[in-house]
């Protein structure tokens, strides 16, 4: 087995994203969390996916990310970033959890037909 050589870039990726995870880290500190990954969300307020699966229960099918984000915005009154609610879906997705993908950028739940 060959071994790839790490390059300058490599190296410098590799510290950069210590040195990202150590600035959260120190941030999160001064803000009391421990291991910075306390969010609190205040009360009756929901996820962005929360959002995302009350629609497309309420919809029965699988929807485009488009039409997701226009009903969060009209029903939920939330503009859900495309990229960000498209890459959380996606990992649900891959993790087997909630979502099935249906097509490209398109979205439903796991267990329910399509309509």
Do not use: C, W, Y
């Not at 307020?45 to 485009?64: E, F, M, R």
Request: net charge positive; aromatic share 2%.
């Amino acid at each position: 087995m060959m071994k790839r050589q790490l390059t300058r870039d490599d190296l410098l990726d590799v510290l950069e994203t210590s040195l990202k995870a150590q600035l959260r880290a120190v941030r999160a500190s001064r803000r009391g969390q421990e291991g910075g990954r306390q969010r609190s969300r205040p009360a009756g307020k929901k996820s962005n996916i929360s959002i995302v699966k009350d629609i497309l229960t309420a919809s029965g099918q699988p929807l485009h990310i488009n039409d997701i984000i226009a009903q969060a915005r009209r029903d939920h009154g939330v503009v859900l970033g495309r990229e960000s609610i498209v890459s959380a879906l996606t990992k649900k997705v891959l993790d087997g959890q909630t979502f099935r993908r249906s097509g490209r950028n398109i979205f439903g739940l796991l267990g329910k037909e399509e309509g």
